[in-house]
């Protein structure tokens, strides 16, 4: 890339920050309110449905890239299915977020979207193992990718608790993976995150530390959504060298934490189906710990993450192990640290 098109592109995800905090400004006024439960980190009704800001940035961002952009015209079928998914998750959460639907209404919502996303052929067929090298999926890839897109939309929304934390930590994974992207030769998937890390930088101008305002279901849905979906087109052949483990590493606090805490829960003998306060990132936050510090923590995981990315990029089978270890021996350390600070609050079984 040239400096000018560097300097292009830079000025152009500026305006989408800018678009994308007007927006959020917009929202606050409107008002749709989250009434504090006592589930909540917040104790004051705060307005929500930030995530429209979002949504409508990104789709703005990708609709000049459309029209303006060479690259997305033999793209035009990855494009339909990927933001007509995408849109169909943000209308969905945006009506719970409006009026609460159940989490099987929600599900299905989602199954729906992902299938459109697999209609379009977009599919992961197969995967880079440490240990075992390339692996065939065969007709485990249509299931699995399934799997993949609900799990992580959900992941990101379950994380969605506290100022900053799924705004900011999406914001950052989306730049790190249009950074990873440019340099496979991705430019699909470039241009797409880099639109998607603006579109959430700037609805953070509101958020964090502050709080003037929360994603809701439509903004952390659909920024999961689109992340998982990226995943998915970067195996495309038509995006160069960029891996699927890019997404997976950069988000791997979240899904490591979704996933500790389902299976604690069960073996607690709770119901993993009912609302709770239990994650990680709350118990911290529950037990004393400054929640923004908690958030900055986890921009600390991003970070962490594209390291090991970086790594696992690199070739030889042995430096792909590493990383993997790096990024589980990192969370189970972040794991121990919060059973401790929890035992030391008094929480008990949290």
């Not at 305006?15 to 008002?31: E, Y």
């Not at 998982?228 to 590493?249: C, K, N, Y």
Request: charged share 10%; aromatic share 10%; hydrophobic share 60%.
């Amino acid at each position: 890339m040239t400096g000018t098109a560097l300097l292009t592109h830079l000025a152009f995800a500026a305006a989408l920050v800018a678009l994308s905090a007007g927006i959020t400004r917009v929202m606050i006024a409107i008002g749709v309110m989250d009434v504090p439960n006592h589930r909540s980190a917040h104790v004051r009704p705060t307005p929500k449905s930030g995530g429209i800001a979002v949504v409508i940035t990104f789709l703005v961002g990708i609709a000049l890239v459309y029209a303006t952009s060479r690259f997305a015209r033999p793209l035009e079928g990855t494009l339909i299915g990927f933001i007509a998914a995408a849109i169909g998750i943000a209308v969905v959460s945006f009506i719970d977020d409006v009026r609460p639907r159940s989490f099987l209404f929600k599900l299905v919502a989602q199954v729906l979207a992902a299938l459109v996303v697999l209609g379009f052929g977009l599919v992961v067929r197969s995967l880079s193992i440490p240990g075992f090298g390339e692996v065939h999926l065969g007709l485990w890839a249509y299931p699995l990718t399934l799997v993949w897109i609900i799990g992580l939309t959900n992941a990101v929304n379950f994380m969605d608790g506290i100022n900053g934390l799924t705004g900011g930590v999406c914001a950052l994974a989306a730049a790190m993976l249009a950074i990873f992207a440019h340099g496979a030769g991705a430019q699909f998937v470039y241009l797409s995150a880099l639109i998607l890390a603006a579109s959430a930088a700037g609805f953070l101008v509101y958020n964090f530390p502050a709080g003037r305002i929360f994603l809701g279901d439509v903004g952390s849905q659909f920024l999961g959504f689109n992340l998982a979906v990226l995943a998915v087109i970067a195996t495309q052949p038509d995006q160069g060298r960029l891996s699927f483990i890019v997404v997976p590493f950069l988000m791997f606090a979240f899904i490591f934490d979704v996933g500790f805490t389902l299976v604690r829960r069960i073996l607690a003998g709770e119901n993993p189906a009912e609302g709770h306060h239990g994650h990680l990132y709350q118990v911290l936050g529950r037990s004393g710990v400054s929640r923004n510090l908690v958030t900055l923590l986890h921009y600390g995981f991003v970070v962490v993450a594209a390291g090991a990315v970086a790594v696992f990029l690199d070739e030889g089978a042995r430096l792909n192990l590493v990383a993997v270890l790096l990024l589980l021996a990192v969370q189970v350390a972040y794991a121990f640290l919060v059973a401790r600070q929890a035992r030391r609050a008094g929480l008990g079984r949290w």
